[in-house]
């Protein structure tokens, strides 16, 4: 069993940036893709970032490409989204998920990811 704690959440302005944390418990850690999902009020969750296991690969919905970064910490068993330009359209609750299937790929679908953390809120003021 995996735990994933997120931190990092709260209130910014348009243009700010936060970097999300995502704590996992357990030592094989290393071998799960992780991914950062969001969702707002009324709209479906998406994936906005991902990982692979070994970290060389990563994913963004288009939205974030060049805004946010994924990163792992295999050492204290942490992903991090770091989120710079932040707009009023960010503001959702963001989630980490580990994906324990082995796959070698980028899986940006929730199907593909078996744990979830309890989410944490990020709100972009205009």
């Known amino acids: 069993q995996v735990q994933l704690v997120e931190s990092g959440g709260g209130l910014v302005q348009a243009g700010g940036s936060l970097r999300l944390s995502c704590a996992a418990s357990?030592?094989?850690?290393?071998?799960?893709?992780m991914g950062w999902f969001r969702q707002a009020p009324g709209k479906e969750r998406e994936c906005v970032a991902a990982?692979?296991?070994?970290?060389?690969?990563?994913d963004y919905e288009d939205s974030a490409k060049g805004r946010f970064t994924i990163s792992r910490d295999k050492a204290k068993n942490t992903v991090y989204l770091q989120m710079n330009s932040l707009k009023p359209e960010d503001t959702a609750v963001y989630y980490c998920?580990?994906?324990?299937?082995?796959?070698?790929?980028?899986?940006?679908?929730?199907?593909?990811?078996?744990?979830w953390g309890q989410g944490t809120q990020v709100t972009v003021s205009s």
């Open positions: 998920a580990a994906d324990r299937s082995y796959s070698t790929i980028v899986d940006t679908r929730a199907s593909a990811y078996d744990y």
């Open positions: 357990g030592r094989i850690f290393s071998n799960y893709a």
């Open positions: 990982i692979s296991r070994s970290g060389g690969r990563t």
